[in-house]
């Protein structure tokens, strides 16, 4: 809970996509007036368009080169891994943490020394090791279950609803009974599931099989009072298992589809009034708004918690933290990293950039050159740093970090599409999940 309450601080301070790789810019390997140049290896597709904007703006205004390269859903490290040995290698990269600080510390710099670093509101939140600085959270973001009040609305005035408010939805049992009584009145609400689809396509199941996975592995680490383990006994399966059966049973489209379903379908359908729910994050309110022909408007989209049936989850918020931890590339010449950190500087600091980071990017920003009043004006966003600064609820620390490898959570994500399609046992679920961790953990 240490670190949940740091995040919080924070927040009320702050409050290749086509054929693999999409990338903006020179592919030279070296800028020709000697200024250094900037090559920033993006994790998430959606923001793509964002980060092309924040590179043109600073190469207008400094004249340093500034490319920026985005790698596929779900292929970031593998990506990153086929990049970083290149002449012209990123010199920007993000780790999600210590593992990824493991699986990269022979390219990660010792930042300790850096401006970038000094502009961090809490130093704890960086990944350091042995008294080094390699990775400077940039973002705090929060995931739950997000909803259209609009259609909630007029489920609550269906006769014989299961609730007559969104407050009454605060465990699993009551999130259950309305779920499946919205699913039985699809046609009466002019919708086709509770929940839009749950994504199994290749690539595109870190909903389930890190983001949900989170969850039991947080109750699991609250209850033994630990931050890892080279053991888990996944002692919260069941209540896993009810919440997804929930999301699949009660969904626009039947488990047997789902493997050939993306994120963006499912951001689709409930951006056209398709369905009530959909778990995602924050970042999924540009997805929403720019779905050609989208309905739901922004005072009606919100959070709920994500309840699994766990005792005292009443006092349950949402998932907040990080897995956005910039480092630099100590293999890059001193001129790109020091124009890479200049950058840096600039985005997260400088009246400009910082107007990127709110109103482009949609950052909520850990870092103390932002004040409170400098949060980005998404529904979402609010939504993350009203959950964040909340002293009646606990929020669920990002404990996915520790996920022992991509290779876990993409096995497990396997095990999970094959049992949503009705072709694989819970307990062989279970089984993966545990022996896994075991065996990645030992490596």
Known sequence: MRKLKRFAGLTAAAALVIGGLAACGSSESSSDNGKGKVYYLNFKPEQEESWKKVAAAYTEATGTE??????????????????????????????NGPIGYQNFKDYAADLKDTEFYKLLGNPDLAVSHEGGVYGIPFVVEGYGIIYNDALLQKYFATAGAKAKSVEEINNFAKLKEVAEDI????????????????????????????????????????????????????????????????????????????????VSDSMAEFALGEAVFVQNGNWAWSQISEVPGNTVKAEDVHFLPIYMGVKGEEKAGIAVGTENFMSVNKKASEAD??????????????????????????????????????????????????????????????????????????????????????????????????????HEKAK
């Open 183 to 262: 699913q039985a009145k699809a046609g009466e609400l002019g919708i086709k599931g509770a929940f839009a689809s749950t994504s199994f396509a290749p690539g595109e199941d870190w909903r389930w099989q890190t983001h949900l996975a989170n969850l039991p592995v947080y109750y699991e680490f609250r209850d033994k009072n630990v931050v890892d383990t080279d053991k888990i006994e996944f002692t919260y399966d069941k209540e896993y298992k009810a919440i997804l059966d929930l999301y699949v049973n009660n969904s626009t489209v039947p488990g047997s589809q789902t493997s050939a379903k993306n």
């Open 337 to 438: 990293q020091k124009a890479s950190l200049d950058f840096l500087v600039w985005l997260f600091s400088s009246e400009e950039g910082k107007k990127f980071v709110i109103n482009d990017l949609g950052f909520i920003s850990p870092f103390k050159s932002f004040g409170e009043n400098e949060t980005p004006s998404d529904p979402l966003g609010k939504e993350v740093a009203a959950y964040a600064t909340n002293p009646d609820l606990y929020n669920i620390d990002w404990n996915f970090t520790i996920f022992p490898s991509q290779d876990f959570k993409n096995g497990f994500g396997q095990q999970l599409a094959q049992y949503v399609a009705g072709n694989n046992d819970w307990a062989n679920v279970k089984e993966f999940f545990v022996t896994e961790w075991a």
């Open 66 to 95: 500034v490319k920026i390269v985005t790698a596929a859903a779900g292929q970031y490290e593998p990506t990153l891994r086929a990049e970083i040995d290149k002449e012209d290698a990123p010199t920007l990269f993000n780790i």
